[in-house]
């Protein structure tokens, strides 16, 4: 029990460490308490499952195609919470970051750490449900990172197992990325 709050207590200063990077690198950062609205709407309740305390979409269902050798596929998920929202062939959620410019990424340094950007060497296949294209850009450190629909696409390090959707509407400028 006390290692789990040590655990929670660490991961939040990560995320606040995170969060403050990654708005003084994408412009002004947020006042206190000001909602930031974007194209999709947070839940205003996650289920919360497990001893860990970690936010689970359940009662869903996962839609895949069979990989391909063009590498990665990304399939969506339905959950009764959030709808549908795209995963990895391994099931860890993709988020996208509201204060990125269309195909461009500025969560670079800290906010990469936290929110680590989907790497690739060639395109994704999309699975059933994912009807939008793929790109990959550059980014400042030279790497290659996806996008689909011209919004980079991210991981969160909160997230530790498939199914983990802990990065919904963090800090008002982070959520699951839709179809």
Do not use: H
């Amino acid at each position: 029990m006390k290692q789990q709050k040590v655990n929670r207590v660490t991961l939040l200063s990560i995320l606040s460490l995170g969060l403050a990077a990654c708005a003084s690198v994408a412009g002004s950062p947020l006042p206190s308490g000001t909602p930031v609205s974007s194209i999709s709407t947070p839940p205003a309740e996650i289920p919360v499952t497990g001893s860990t305390g970690n936010q689970t979409a359940s009662s869903s269902s996962l839609t895949a195609t069979p990989s391909s050798s063009a590498g990665m596929v990304i399939v969506t998920k339905d959950t009764p919470v959030l709808g549908y929202f795209l995963m990895d062939n391994k099931g860890m959620t993709l988020y996208t970051f509201i204060k990125d410019p269309s195909g461009k990424s500025t969560c670079n340094g800290t906010c990469a750490t936290i929110w680590p950007p989907l790497s690739a060497q060639v395109l994704p296949t999309g699975g059933t449900g994912v009807w939008r294209q793929f790109a990959l850009i550059e980014r400042e450190d030279g790497t290659m990172q996806v996008t689909y629909n011209g919004m980079p696409l991210y991981y969160f390090s909160g997230d530790m197992t498939p199914g983990d959707i802990n990065g919904e509407g963090e800090g008002g400028l982070w959520f699951a990325a839709v179809p």
